[in-house]
C-alpha cells in the first residue's frame, strides 16, 4: 500500500521533470528560430523616443538581449 503510493509520487516526479525539460528545450528552440525582437524593432523604438540609433547603438542592444535568452 504504501508502497505504491511512493511509486506513484515518485513516477509523477520523475514526469514533470522531464516535462519540464523537454518543455524548456522546445522554448529556446523555438525563441531562437523566431526571435522576439529584431533590429528593426529595436530602431522604431528608438525613433519612438526621438532619438536616432547608429547602427553601433543597435548592435549593441541586441547583443545584450541575446545574452538573456
Known amino acids: 500500500m504504501l508502497s505504491d503510493i511512493l511509486l506513484i509520487l515518485l513516477g509523477l516526479l ?6 519540464f525539460i523537454i518543455a524548456k528545450k ?3 528552440k523555438e525563441l ?3 526571435p522576439p525582437i529584431n533590429e ?6 528608438m525613433s519612438g523616443m526621438g532619438r536616432k540609433p547608429s547602427q553601433k547603438q ?12
Do not use: C, P, S
Open 32 to 34: 531562437k528560430k523566431n
Open 14 to 19: 520523475i514526469g514533470l521533470v522531464i516535462g
Open 26 to 28: 522546445l522554448m529556446q
Open 58 to 69: 543597435v548592435k549593441e542592444v541586441m547583443r545584450q538581449m541575446n545574452k538573456y535568452m
Open 40 to 45: 528593426k524593432m529595436i530602431e522604431a523604438m
